[in-house]
């Protein structure tokens, strides 16, 4: 199972990403996707699933926290630098540029701002600005990171019983925070990155559960059309009704599980298994290398001239993604693995 790819998976991860930059837009491409905002709970939904189908075995059979952290981190930290850097640049070339221009930032420097990011520690006092000053995206994957580890860590505890116990926590907390903010669009903000946590807290371990499921035979099988996942996907982050927290909590909790249910066995025709892969592979570097550009265009460009620049910006978006991936990313992970290999690993392998 472990060793099973599950094509369906990375098409919605492609419509997800693609859902968050055109959110972080504004005009016709922001009503594009005016729920982009639960593609996060997607993304911590597919993700235990993922981690739970890749590494549950093995971290159950004695793999250490610390050989499971450096596989997280080759796996994501290389592009979310390269995010961090480009929002440090594009921070500075706006200052630059707009000298004018009223900015929120935290009270300390940049580069004390930049370490911080770096290192996954978001700005807890609230400022009027993002967690992540340089990339807002950011906050997402200091959620990911911190949760991963508190799954590695109670693996041995975390049998079915209290995984649903955990669920039902995170149901509650999710109801709580979407009735207190009107919705579930939380986390993001200096303030309430704590609320980001209870949005995995839900998620995450529901995704780790539908693994087990799936794994044990006790999931439905439904023979879908490999594109209906993924349209009903996009229906729902397209919003085409207000959000509403119950509409979100209906959202996050019955159609996206529902979505992966019938993903997970949606076999994708083989002329199409390439374009999948591809949406999958660049859904990440898409997800976290756009805030920079997008705040770079909203802040330099006005007026009428937005409109031509946001659909340029996420052409732009979309090509600095796929070359990302392709000449940065993937020779830096296969370089790693290569590098830092270990006894650890070859063990777990």
């Known amino acids: ?7 369906t998976l ?12 055109l959110y972080h837009l504004s005009g016709p491409l922001h009503l594009a996707a005016r729920a982009g905002y639960l593609a996060v709970d997607l993304f911590f939904l597919m993700s235990g699933f993922v981690i739970a189908a890749a590494y549950e075995r093995r971290l159950l059979a004695g793999w250490s926290i610390g050989a499971f952290l450096i596989v997280r981190l080759k796996r994501l930290w290389p592009l979310y630098a390269m995010g961090v850097a480009s929002g440090v640049a594009c921070f500075l070339l706006i200052r630059f540029l707009r000298p004018e221009a009223s900015f929120s930032f935290p009270n300390m420097s940049i580069a004390q701002a930049a370490l911080m990011s770096l290192l ?3 700005q807890l006092a609230a400022y009027g600005g993002p967690a ?3 990339n807002s ?3 997402s994957l200091s959620v990911e990171l911190v949760g991963n580890l508190g799954y590695a860590a109670l693996i041995h505890s975390l049998r079915t019983r209290m995984l649903t116990i955990v669920i039902a926590i995170g149901f509650a907390g999710l109801t709580a925070i979407a009735i207190k903010a009107d919705g579930l669009n939380v986390g993001v903000s200096a303030g309430n990155i704590l609320d980001g946590y209870v949005r995995f807290l839900f998620s995450f371990p529901l995704g780790v559960l539908l693994y087990r499921l799936h794994a044990a035979g006790k999931l439905p099988v439904f023979s879908l059309p490999p594109l ?4 009903l996907a996009a229906i729902a982050l397209i919003g085409f009704v207000p959000q509403t927290a119950l509409w979100d909590l209906l959202i996050v909790t019955l159609l996206f599980p529902a979505i992966l249910i019938g993903s997970i066995s949606t076999a994708v025709p083989h002329r199409m298994v390439k374009i999948f892969a591809w949406a999958g592979a660049v859904s990440y570097p898409l997800y976290i290398l756009h805030p920079p550009l997008v705040e770079l265009v909203s802040v330099l460009v006005q007026g009428r001239a937005y409109l031509v ?16 991936e392709r ?4 020779p830096l992970r296969r370089w790693l693995k290569r590098a830092t290999i270990g006894p650890i690993e070859r063990v777990a392998n």
Do not use: N, Q
């Open 228 to 231: 209906l996942p993924l349209a």
């Open 1 to 7: 199972m472990a060793g099973k790819k599950f094509e």
């Open 120 to 122: 996954f520690v978001p």
């Open 132 to 134: 992540f000053p340089f």
């Open 309 to 324: 620049a946001s659909f340029g910006c996420v052409f732009a978006i979309v090509l600095f993604a796929m070359m990302a």
């Open 10 to 21: 990375d098409g919605l991860r492609g419509i997800a990403a693609l859902a968050v930059v």
């Open 327 to 330: 000449y940065f990313d993937r």
């Open 137 to 139: 995206a950011s906050w």
